[in-house]
């Protein structure tokens, strides 16, 4: 086994739990809040709410929180690996729109396979992600630009695909399934086992490998709270969707379908960015372009692949507005997609490139799923919900101004 | 002296009819730090460039340890061990130290990043270079100081087993404390037996740091001088053009 010499530089994995803590708060002063604005936001709305509506924290209202969310979830998952890159893509809900026509029209109007059918919305969707690419790595157009015609065009191309006002009836009931059925009890324990699983393995493959090339790792202790929040939360969260909350005689119980779906998503999604070069070198574009392309990075294949990457989990995310609301109109995916930008920044993703995780898109988007949701059951007019959300992200992105302001012109010794 | 690490015979280069480079010839050694001087507009750039493989050399003959070599790119430059750090260092703030150290060579083992491994090799070569004013190798460059970063681009190309270090005014930026970290990290590098070519405007600095001193005035090579043997009024003169070699010889 390889060992470090002892001397002063460190790499912040040393000391106890007092300095871990004590570091943690330098990094906060210094600007590297994350989601944590995000968090505090959500539960002051989750006080604010429970205490102004007795539904809100009911089982049902709970359960309905996260399927709201989910849709929402995946739509600013999927604008996070664009928005690293200091891009955006405007087009992302119309992408959706025109994903979920070309099923209609290759499975209802012409009687293909549902199976393929989505395969083929889907495969649309990564074209529609290459070509975006293509006209803003390679060609220089600025991805503002690109995407806001295609935001505008997609709107025509569904109406001349579906007609106007055109209304298709979800006719697949494995789909509709996702967002409106629940899986029976043990599924919601068993997807529960399996994350604590995997956050225990993977905490301990890092640390045998941290071991293995000599240098210090935290203490186990932190690892294990980290796990034991997730097995608490989660536990409580399953309790909570399993015992019976309907209000008829037809029981309702058990983890929407939805939520493993999502949970699986935002898993791999975080394992890319985090774990391979390909999230590395995403990150590195985001925060300096010029010096990726010096360190041999090929920038516009790594554009390319983050448009590719957003505009197919883009039509997942149609594919959940579907299934929820049943049907698909010649009309979907106008304005959600400035919902999932806003959700990214309200959770801590920078609008500025290179900074965010797709937990901060999750957080995000169940802010303002709890902002929708608690102002309608207080029963305010649907304006409101809009000046508030408004308000909520001016001050995520103020935040985000400010701490990038102080990250900039931080302590220089 | 024994054979030159770099070395430079009638290199011309010229963009349409204007010759930047007219016939120069330069060597640096391994082990030394040997000064690039020259007013704005004499060659400075376009022979780093060469040196680089960003814009080979239209004619002349490249020497690197007594072999033949041929810089057409900068995959060439790298694969012998010419490293380059820019005057803008290239750096991405959001990154950790490590990140920055390893981008574009990441190492991967069982599929993914391997952090561990990376992480020591980073703290190895900064400790290579006795700094002391790094904390933690896990901090954002955004929070490091202009010295710092100076320190992180150089333990950068230690990393990349760099044998031919070229600094493009590594302290142009900085303050005076700075400005002598960083000349102290230099002399490390050629210490640790790698060779140095330091472009400056500050001849102060060359005069601290430097084992010889290579003064390019108009596309001409007009003096390469040790360190020990001339002064800064000569330096200048060189530079500005009034005094010829031919003038002290």
Not at chain 1, 78 to 85: P, S, T
Not at chain 1, 335 to 360: C, T, W, Y
Not at chain 2, 27 to 36: D, F, H, P, R, S
């Amino acid at each position: 086994m390889a060992t470090l010499t002892p001397t002063e530089i460190g790499s912040g994995h040393e000391g106890n739990i007092r300095d871990q803590i004590t570091a943690y708060g330098q990094r906060l002063k210094n600007g590297e809040m994350g989601a944590l604005p995000a968090v505090i936001a959500l539960l002051a709305l989750v006080v604010l709410f429970a205490s102004l509506s007795p539904f809100f924290l009911t089982t049902m209202n709970f359960a309905n929180l996260f399927v709201q969310a989910a849709q929402l979830t995946v739509l600013a998952s999927a604008l996070v690996f664009v928005l690293l890159l200091a891009e955006i893509d405007l087009s992302a809900g119309v992408t959706a729109g025109v994903g979920m026509a070309l099923f209609v029209v290759l499975h209802q109007m012409m009687g293909l396979n549902w199976i393929i059918s989505i395969i083929a919305a889907l495969a649309l969707g990564s074209l529609v992600g290459w070509t975006i690419g293509i006209f803003v790595a390679k060609i220089g157009v600025p991805s503002f630009v690109v995407t806001l015609g295609l935001f505008l065009g997609f709107q025509g191309l569904m109406l001349v695909m579906l007609g106007d006002g055109g209304l298709f009836r979800l006719d697949v009931p494995e789909l509709k399934a996702i967002m409106n059925s629940n899986m029976p009890v043990w599924g919601g324990w068993l997807m529960l086992a399996i994350m604590v699983v995997v956050s225990l393995g993977l905490g301990f493959y890092d640390r045998a490998r941290r071991n293995k090339a000599g240098v210090a790792n935290r203490p186990v202790a932190l690892m294990l709270s980290r796990v034991a929040l997730i097995a608490v939360l989660g536990g409580v969260a399953v309790a909570a969707m399993s015992v019976n909350r309907s209000v008829s005689v037809v029981p309702i119980d058990g983890v929407p379908i939805v939520i493993p779906i999502v949970i699986a998503i935002l898993f791999i999604g975080t394992f890319v960015l985090d774990r391979t070069t390909f999230g590395r070198h995403l990150y590195a574009v985001g925060g300096n372009p010029e010096a990726a392309r010096r360190a041999g990075i090929k920038v516009a294949k790594i554009r390319i692949t983050a448009f590719i990457i957003c505009s197919t989990l883009a039509v997942v995310s149609g594919i959940l507005a579907a299934s929820r609301i049943g049907a698909i109109e010649s009309t979907a995916g106008r304005s959600i997609v400035l919902s999932g930008v806003a959700a990214a920044v309200v959770g801590g993703v920078s609008l500025f490139g290179g900074r965010g995780r797709l937990i901060h898109a999750a957080i995000g988007a169940l802010v303002i799923a709890i902002i929708d949701n608690g102002l309608g059951l207080i029963g305010l007019p649907a304006g409101v919900n809009f000046l508030v959300t408004g308000a909520v992200l001016i001050a995520a992105a103020t935040i985000d101004a400010l701490s990038r302001k102080r990250s900039g012109g931080g302590v220089r010794v | 002296m024994d054979v030159p690490l770099i070395e430079l015979s009638g290199v011309k280069k010229s963009f349409g009819p204007v010759d930047v480079l007219k016939g120069i010839d330069f060597k640096a050694y391994a082990g030394q730090v040997t000064a690039l001087v020259g007013d704005n507009g004499a060659g400075k750039s376009t022979l780093i460039k060469g040196l680089s493989g960003v814009q080979p050399y239209d004619e002349g003959v490249v020497k690197f340890a007594g072999e033949e070599a041929h810089l057409h790119s900068p995959r060439h430059s790298g694969a012998l061990g010419i490293e380059v750090v820019y005057q803008d260092l290239a750096l991405c703030d959001n990154l950790d130290i490590v990140q920055n150290m390893f981008l574009g060579r990441e190492e991967v083992t069982q599929g993914t990043l391997d952090e561990g491994s990376m992480e020591f090799q980073a703290t190895k070569a900064l400790q290579s270079l006795s700094v002391r004013t790094v904390k933690s190798v896990r901090q954002k460059v955004s929070s490091l100081s202009g010295g710092q970063r100076q320190t992180v681009a150089i333990a950068r190309s230690v990393l990349r087993n760099a044998k031919l270090v070229i600094l493009d005014e590594p302290t142009a930026a900085l303050g005076v404390a700075q400005t002598e970290q960083v000349l102290n990290l230099v002399r490390r590098l050629a210490d640790n037996g790698i060779g140095v070519i330091i472009i400056s405007h500050n001849l102060a600095d060359v005069f601290q740091v430097c084992d010889s001193i290579n003064v390019l005035y108009l596309g001409r090579m007009v003096a390469s001088l040790k360190t020990s043997e001339t002064n800064q009024a000569d330096v200048v003169g060189y530079i500005t053009g009034t005094k010829t070699m031919e003038g002290v010889a």
